[in-house]
Every structure is written in C-alpha cells, then in structure tokens.
C-alpha cells in the first residue's frame, strides 16, 4: 500500500474487489442473455403493431389517390362531418356502457362462482365461458336471427306473454342496445375468470378478521375485497375498453352499421370508409382516433396501478 492509501503496482487486488468485478460481468452476461431471448418477441411487436402503426399515421396524411401529401387535410374533413361525430359520440357511449355491464355482471358472477363447493364450480365455470369461447362472429349471427323483428325468438316471446314487438334493429336506440346486449354477453366471462381468480387470490384470514370485528358483508366487499381486487379490475377494464373500442365484428354483423350510419363505431366506419368506399386515407385516419382516447385512458389507468403498488410496498 503506498502512503497516499493507492495500491502499489503490481500489488493483489482484494478478494471484495475481485468478487464485485465477476458480479459486475455476470450481470452483464445475464442482461446480454435476456435481451437475446426477448429479441424474437421485440421483432414481432415491431413487425405486426409498430410499423402498422406508423404506416397508417403516413397513410392519413395522403390524399384518396394516395399520390400527394396533404397533411391534416384528412382531419380537417372529418372534424367537419355530421357523421363521424356521430360515429365518435357512439364510439364513447357503446364502449363505456358495455364496459361497465361487463364489470358489473363479471363481479357478480364471479361472488356467485366463488361461494359454489370446488366439485360443483368446475361445471359452472365451464358453461359460463361458453359464450367467450364461441367466435364472436357465428354468436353474433345467432343473435341476429333471434332480433329478427317478425321471425326473431325474443319478439315471439315477448308476444306469448303479451309485450310489445320491439324493432330491434330498426330503431337507432334499440340498434345500439342491441349491440350493447351481445357484446356484454360476449365479454362478461373474460371478466368473470379474471375476476374470480382474483377473488380466490384474496387470504381468507382478512375476511375472519373483518367478521370478528363485526364488519357487515357491504363492509367486507369496500374494505377487503376491492382494495384487493383493485389491481385486476384496472387491468381487466382497461383491457376489455381496448377491445371493445376496436370492436368491428359484432357492429358489421348485427347492423352493418344501420340504420342511417347511427351504429357505427371506430372500426366499422373506418372500413366502410377506407375498404367499402375506397378512401384508405381518410379510413387510416379515422382509425387514428381511437389511438389519444385509448392513451389517455391507459395513463390514468396505469397510473393508478403504480400509486397503489407504491402504498402496498
């Protein structure tokens, strides 16, 4: 050691400088590793949603021939349409109701399922996700044929006993709540899987604790169950808007978008006006406003999982 505390030349290294020197090669070895596995994946999210993305951004910006730039010209002509505010508008109300349906039914299926014996529950469990495992599609033309307002189940049902024949698809209010109804009898299994295991994720000494100190069941489902569930039921709700944002299949089946454009959504106005009218552009840049609707969302949503993770640590 020289006076001025510095290790002479030539002079051993210690054993602690030695070891964090290997860690610190480790550690680079192991993030090195890491990066090669993740690449694949990295690949295919750059390949099938990044440059997509950015090619539709490019897309919006061209004029119907797609030979000229002409920058928000697109924007600008649909910010002065009746219609895709109303395809907007829609958008928000179909989106947030079927959500919220979801979440609701998916809770309390989820309680119902929870309470069942394991023996029995399987089964139960296993016709519930039925409708979620049968292609969206082929449900939905069943439910086309059952809204049939002179052939139609439900109508001939309603006059067994008397109600009114209702025009399902022919009014634009029972239009949209008929697309509400199939799209939350679709998704509310997802929510329902979710949330029971989430529910079953919950230790069961909190609820003896809460009973012992003579929590009601309101008291217990606000102050145990939630807080815990909290998490899920972000993730699963921001998830399931995503989705149902995006949702084309249901809306291009039960109402093609009728009557009068007044069911349209996002992704069905988008392809009606890029593929069916032949304008990619404007197609491109009607499906470009899901995109700040949906990120704003997502922060606040997040955001929230991170505060809470935050008070948990």
């Known amino acids: 050691m020289a006076a001025d505390g510095t290790l002479a030349a030539g002079a ?90 979801k979440a609701l039914i998916g809770f309390w299926l989820a309680h119902m399922l929870h309470d069942i014996p394991a023996k029995g529950q399987r089964k139960w469990r296993g016709m519930l996700l039925i409708p ?56 509310a299994p997802f929510f329902m899987i979710m949330y029971l295991a989430a529910l079953k994720s919950v230790p069961d000494q909190l609820y003896e604790a809460a009973a012992i100190d003579g929590a009601t069941g309101l008291q217990r489902l606000r102050y145990v169950t939630l807080p815990m569930m909290a998490n899920i039921i972000s993730i699963t709700v921001l998830f399931s808007l995503i989705v149902t944002f995006a949702n084309y299949d249901i809306v291009r089946v039960l109402t093609n978008g009728g009557p009068r454009d007044l069911t349209h959504v996002f992704a069905s106005y988008a392809f009606q006006v890029g593929i069916l009218s032949g304008n990619i552009p404007r197609g491109a840049a009607v499906s470009l406003f899901m995109f700040p609707i949906l990120a704003i969302c997502a922060f606040f949503v997040l955001r929230g999982v991170t505060r809470r993770n935050k008070e948990q640590m």
């Open 132 to 187: 979620w495992v049968i292609p969206p599609a082929l449900s939905t033309l069943g439910w086309w044929w059952m809204f049939d307002p002179s052939y139609g189940s439900i109508n001939w049902l309603f006059s067994v006993v008397g109600g009114p024949q209702i025009p399902w698809l022919g009014e634009p209010w029972w239009a949209r709540a008929s697309i509400i109804i199939v799209n939350v009898w679709y998704g």
């Open 12 to 101: 051993p290294r210690t054993a602690g400088h030695g070891r964090a020197t290997t860690l610190e090669r480790f550690a680079r070895r192991r993030s090195t590793i890491a990066f090669m596995m993740t690449l694949p994946l990295i690949l295919v999210v750059a390949g099938l949603v990044a440059y997509p993305a950015g090619y539709g951004m490019y897309l919006s910006t061209l004029n119907r021939r797609m030979t000229e730039n002409i920058g928000f010209g697109n924007f600008e002509i649909l910010f002065d349409s009746d219609t895709f505010w109303n395809v907007a508008w829609q958008s928000c109300i179909f989106a947030i109701t079927a959500v919220v349906l």
